[in-house]
């Protein structure tokens, strides 16, 4: 059998952060939404997404293929009922979207939007989480990382922390025998806090579960990290963060707030950088939504920065409350930003100008040089595509 996970019309309204990648490929939790089925599946994955990504994301088919939308979060009775799927059955939600379908040929080109008249579905009734919108990532973050904490540990080795720490609550911990913990305080009565492979927490930290520090992942001295929040893959953070996903690879690495956001990967957060998650007026947050080039209520008080891959700012940056940063956008200047940055913009409050995509691709390969990791053909050719896509937010 082939799974396969779909992008389903979801897509764009998660955009920016699906611009370099599919649904499929954002963290919520410990693990990306891939990962979780891959976890649950026992199976490898493969994608149905847009052409321009399909190089670095690839599709694959046999005659015995199950699409799964990778929109859905996994959960173990929702597995079950996808790999008892019989020919050309399907599983649906109460809005009719199509959660999984098995297809029996190898030819198909395109993911089912709705429920086919010749397939035979069957409502899933369970509870199922679902990203339709950017904010659903820190949003579901808390129930996330707890759906995740166990398959996590399974993954891995635990060791015991030394006495320079100090460990508060009887909840869920998990610190990987290869991370360095030393002189934090940790608090798992309001969570699980889980460290994983090659992670270091510097001294000083302190964090309140639901926490998750992924591979690599390091939170500098005298960290204030709040739940529920997820630090990705090879990222570093410092100061204060509140209920927030960053990406793999991103460095907020110094003083400065954060709270109710999503980061992707590689940006850097200039030190002293503050981003506001709440209106003075406590009215319900709006933020930009690409498909209706609009800002839209999001049904939340807080909210704060949303930042596509590649994006940077400066020293002393203030980000409006929902504020919403588009792929490889360089913003500084003091006082607030504007509350939706294009795509390769560069500037800020004094006005922006386009990011030339010769000197953008550049600098990342400068960036991924630095991680060891090298800018290929197919990383420079997605960041090329995204530049042509948002050619008309970019009205300097």
């Known amino acids: 059998m082939v799974y396969i996970l779909f992008d389903d019309s979801s897509r764009n309204n998660l955009l ?33 997404t847009e052409d321009y990504l399909s190089e670095k994301y690839p599709f694959n088919s046999s005659d015995e293929t199950i699409l799964i939308n990778g929109s859905i979060i996994p959960n173990k009775e929702l597995v079950k009922k996808i790999k008892r799927l019989g020919k050309n059955e399907s599983i649906v939600n109460d809005k009719e979207e199509v959660i999984a379908q098995r297809i029996d040929t190898g030819d198909f080109g395109s993911a089912p939007s709705q429920n086919s008249e010749s397939t035979i579905s069957h409502l899933y009734e369970g509870d199922c989480l679902k990203l339709n919108y950017p904010w659903d990532i820190f949003t579901f973050n808390h129930q996330a990382i707890e759906m995740d904490f166990d398959m996590a540990v399974k993954q891995g080795h635990d060791q015991k922390l030394n006495s320079t720490n100090t460990i508060i609550g009887n909840g869920k911990l998990f610190v990987d025998k290869s991370a360095v913990v030393n002189g934090a305080i940790l608090n798992t009565s309001t969570g699980p806090i889980f460290i994983g492979k090659n992670a270091e927490v510097m001294e000083g930290a302190n964090i309140r579960g639901p926490f998750a520090l992924c591979e ?7 960290a204030k990290i709040y739940g529920a929040t997820t630090i990705g893959t090879f990222s570093k ?19 400065g707030f ?11 957060i200039g030190a002293d950088t503050n981003s506001s998650n709440l209106k003075n007026t406590y009215d319900q ?6 498909p209706d080039q609009t800002f839209i209520p999001t049904g939340l008080q807080f909210c704060g920065l949303i930042m596509g891959d590649h994006s940077k700012c400066a020293i002393n940056t203030m980000f409006n409350t929902g504020t919403v940063v588009g792929v490889n956008a360089n913003i500084f200047g003091a006082g607030f930003q504007r509350n939706f940055i294009a795509s390769f913009s560069w500037g800020g409050t004094a006005g922006f100008t386009h990011y030339d995509i010769d000197k953008a691709i550049e600098v990342a390969k400068q960036v991924f040089k630095r991680r060891n990791i090298e800018f290929n053909s197919v990383e420079e050719q997605i960041l090329r595509h995204v530049y042509k896509l948002t050619k008309l937010n970019r009205r300097h």
């Open 285 to 290: 947050v709006k933020a930009w939504n690409y």
């Open 16 to 48: 920016p952060l699906t611009f370099t990648k599919p649904i499929a490929d954002l963290r919520v939790g410990i693990m990306t939404i891939r990962e979780k089925w891959e976890t649950y599946l026992k199976a490898k994955t493969y994608s149905l």
């Open 258 to 268: 954060l709270g109710n956001s999503v980061l992707g990967d590689w940006c850097n």
């Open 216 to 222: 690599g992942g390091v939170v500098k001295m005298g």
């Open 237 to 255: 953070v410092g100061g204060e963060c509140n209920n927030v996903v960053i990406g793999n690879y991103t460095n907020k690495a110094h003083d």
